[in-house]
């Protein structure tokens, strides 16, 4: 029989509430933390950059100034010294930072040098000790320089050892959503876009653990975002087909699919299957895994926000 949806408080015992860290490293990354800091509630956000200047632009909850150091020594991988090395000198306020979270969100436009060194460093530092991390992640233009994309690479590369989660959007989504805006601006589009998750998860886990959802993405760790956003009679199949325009892995199999569906206290919870269907036709192999978040405030409107990963 249909029935209106539940909250999750209904369905689940009293949890304790997560302390959960959203951490940008390098300049973009602590803008897309910055995001974060006016809109989610519950959430402790956090900047690290080597840009004095930078910092004292942000209102996170913390900053942390980074101190590029010189080694004489250089890693194989030196083109991500100088933001690992930087985080060697703040190591203590890193640690001090990771000891009091429980889930870390971690934000870095890749392919800049602190950016990308400093979130390959935090990463280790975070699975050191045990901490779920998922990354959000962006990717330089294409016209950005040769120099940037292999940077960003070789940080993916390094990240994908150390994260639960990466998802990764690529910077020439922007290209086609917000065509006419200056930069400054059409990052923020970036930043609002790679908040979704953060909030998403956020929200589920508040009453939740993140366990399963971070085993179901095990051996398929590599992933993007797809977001859509319908109202009106077909909703949920409009909203899905949006979401499933994914912006990167478009060529590769998706073997996981987990999509939040948000949606008003008055829908009713077996339409979630429209999504499920819609998801199947365009990939039939994938396992499916899905969180229903109400919002009380949405009346006939549907958010899909869609994590498709891939093996890796
Ligand atoms: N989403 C988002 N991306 C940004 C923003 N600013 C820069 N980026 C992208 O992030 C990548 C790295 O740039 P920065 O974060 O400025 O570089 P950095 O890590 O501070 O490294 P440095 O070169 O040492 O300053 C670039 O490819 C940009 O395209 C931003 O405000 N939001
Ligand atoms: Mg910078």
Same mark, same amino acid.
């Given at each position: ?15 304790? %509430?997560? !302390? ?16 974060? &800091? &006016? ?30 150091? &010189? $080694? ?14 930087? +985080?060697? #000198? ?5 640690? %001090?930072?990771? !000891? ?7 934000? +870095?436009?890749?392919? #800049?040098?602190? @950016?990308? #060194?400093?979130? +390959? ?8 000790? @045990?901490?779920?991390?998922?990354? =959000?992640?962006?990717?330089?233009? /294409? ?5 940037? &994309?292999?940077?960003?690479?070789? #940080? ?23 065509? *006419?805006?200056?930069?400054?601006? /059409? ?33 398929? $760790? ?11 009679? $077909?909703?949920?199949?409009? /909203?899905?087909?949006?979401? =499933? ?21 008055? *829908? ?13 036709? %365009?990939?039939? *192999?994938?396992?499916?895994?899905? $969180?229903?978040?109400? *919002? ?12 498709? /990963?891939?093996?890796?």
């Amino acid at each position: 029989m249909d029935h209106p949806v539940d909250t999750e408080e209904e369905a689940n015992p009293p949890h304790k %509430r997560p !302390n959960i860290g959203v951490l940008g490293c390098g300049s973009g990354g602590c803008n897309m933390a910055n995001a974060l &800091t &006016t809109g989610a509630t519950g959430l402790r956000t956090i900047a690290l950059d080597s840009n004095a200047e930078h910092l004292k632009r942000l209102s996170t909850d913390l900053k942390i100034l980074l101190t590029p150091q &010189t $080694r004489k020594e250089k890693s194989s991988d030196s083109i991500l010294d100088h933001g690992i090395y930087a +985080v060697w #000198g703040s190591k203590k306020e890193v640690l %001090r930072v990771l !000891n009091g979270l429980d889930v870390l969100f971690l934000l +870095v436009g890749l392919g #800049g040098a602190t @950016g990308t #060194g400093s979130s +390959v460093e935090v990463a280790r530092m975070a699975k050191k000790k @045990g901490l779920p991390v998922i990354g =959000l992640l962006s990717l330089p233009f /294409a016209v950005e320089s040769n120099s940037r &994309t292999e940077v960003a690479q070789l #940080g993916l590369k390094h990240l994908l050892e150390e994260l639960d989660l990466a998802i990764v959007l690529p910077n020439d989504v922007l290209l086609e959503l917000a065509p *006419e805006l200056p930069m400054a601006q /059409a990052f923020s589009v970036m930043d609002e876009l790679l908040a979704h998750p953060v909030t998403c998860f956020s929200t589920i886990l508040i009453k939740n653990d993140i366990g399963p959802m971070l085993d179901f993405f095990s051996g398929s $760790r590599l992933a993007t975002l797809g977001l859509g956003s319908s109202i009106g009679k $077909r909703k949920f199949e409009m /909203a899905t087909q949006e979401a =499933l325009h994914l912006p990167y892995l478009r060529d590769s199999p998706i073997q996981k699919g987990l999509f939040f569906a948000k949606m008003g206290p008055n *829908e009713f919870i077996e339409d979630v299957e429209i999504v499920m269907d819609e998801v199947f036709k %365009r990939h039939p *192999e994938i396992q499916m895994l899905h $969180r229903v978040i109400v *919002e009380d405030t949405y009346s006939n409107r549907v958010d899909i926000i869609l994590i498709a /990963a891939t093996n890796i």
